[in-house]
């Protein structure tokens, strides 16, 4: 079953059970430091605490991860960290009544005592003070590692944090560059305001549709979306799919872009694949750079399709690595390609 997932969905589902994961870790940690759990049948006692520890942080990691995450998308950074938080901090002091009561069942008190001596914590400024603060610092780090992971796309933090790229690496990519149609008309219809939120809602439906098919987004430009795969057979029949995901997707918001801009977008892709350099770049902000021959022809095909008048084009060296059918790609001969000395075959991609 998790195998028919989409590779977002996956991704997501990895980050509720880290999330399980790192909240249990800590719970175990704090609760072995704090020399106040019963010494009596001590094993059992913190596997039946670390066991309701980590199913309700599934619950709370999936609140945050999939239900807040789309509630709170708009709003601004802090007031969602704070909003999600809030709502976060109700979820585990509920968690702790439920430890309250189970504690009850290990001691053989009586249930109202557990809750007794929950009321009182709670009534006690300092112990209620550190219980908030503790999920709070903690809820909150959460959230700032997922916002910092998902601003370099998935995957791309963790490169950083390992080191992956601090020696240059060539690797064979697709590579694949997306942006708006008609976006100087449209910018001079919607002003400048409006215009940003359409190309955030644009960005927004065709990154999903990249994440899905396990793109990796290197750069945003404006109203362009750079994004990239290994290359493998699998790989170049995602980076299609995703074309095919991102149309759709802007599909069944189509009544929205409709209703809130007056404008349907439509966007246009040129695909190339080669050797990149990959590296780690910067010093206050570091990021993963591509850079080579590949990424330049890549951006000169997608400028193409706007001389051209296609949507969709691609290199010749993609249709050799691809299993295209005759009726899905059609030459459109030798083109020479601006700041490029020799010409190279480009093809119509028919989706």
């Known amino acids: 079953m998790f195998s028919k997932l989409s590779e977002l969905k996956k991704y997501r589902y990895k980050l509720v059970l880290y999330v399980a994961v790192f909240w249990t870790a800590t719970d175990l940690i704090v609760v072995l430091l704090s020399n106040n759990h019963p ?23 999936y609140l945050l991860v999939f ?22 901090v109700v979820a585990a002091f509920l968690m702790n009544a439920l430890l309250y009561g189970i504690s009850s069942l290990q001691t053989t008190s009586p249930l109202k005592n557990s809750f007794h001596n929950l009321f009182n914590d709670l009534t006690h400024i300092n112990l209620l003070i550190q219980k908030i603060l503790y999920w709070l610092v903690l809820i909150v780090v959460t959230q700032l590692i997922i916002e910092i992971n998902e601003k370099y796309s998935p ?35 919607l002003g400048h305001f409006q215009n940003f939120k359409f190309i955030r809602e644009f960005i927004y439906q065709v990154s999903n549709a990249l994440i899905e098919n396990d793109g990796r987004i290197y750069q945003y ?18 980076c299609l799919q995703s074309l095919i995901h991102a149309r759709r ?6 009544i929205n872009f409709k209703k809130d801009y007056g404008i349907v977008p439509e966007f246009r892709a040129g695909i190339h694949i080669g ?38 084009i691609v290199s010749k060296d993609f249709t050799d690595q691809s299993s295209f059918e005759d009726f899905q790609v059609e030459s459109l001969g030798m083109i ?3 700041g490029k000395t020799k010409e190279i075959e480009l093809f119509y991609l028919k989706i």
């Open 39 to 61: 010494m009596n049948n001590l094993v059992s006692s913190l596997l039946l605490r670390e066991s309701i520890v980590f199913l309700m942080s599934l619950v709370m990691g």
């Open 67 to 88: 239900i807040f995450k789309q509630l709170f998308r708009n709003y601004l950074l802090w007031l969602a960290l704070l909003l999600k938080s809030s709502l976060l």
């Open 155 to 189: 995957g791309v933090f963790m490169d950083i944090l390992l080191g992956k790229y601090v020696n240059p690496k060539n690797e064979n990519r697709i590579v694949m560059f997306i942006d708006l149609n008609d976006s100087t008309p449209i910018a001079q219809k």
């Open 221 to 238: 430009v404006g109203d362009e979306v750079v994004v990239s795969w290994l290359y493998s057979k699998e790989n170049t029949v995602k």
């Open 249 to 254: 997707n802007i599909q069944k918001n189509s």
């Open 275 to 312: 050797e990149v350099t990959v590296g780690e770049i910067g010093v206050i902000k570091k990021d993963i750079a591509m850079s080579g021959d590949t990424m330049n022809t890549t951006a000169r095909i997608r400028s193409a399709c706007s001389e051209l008048n296609k949507k969709f």
């Open 336 to 338: 020479e390609l601006k």
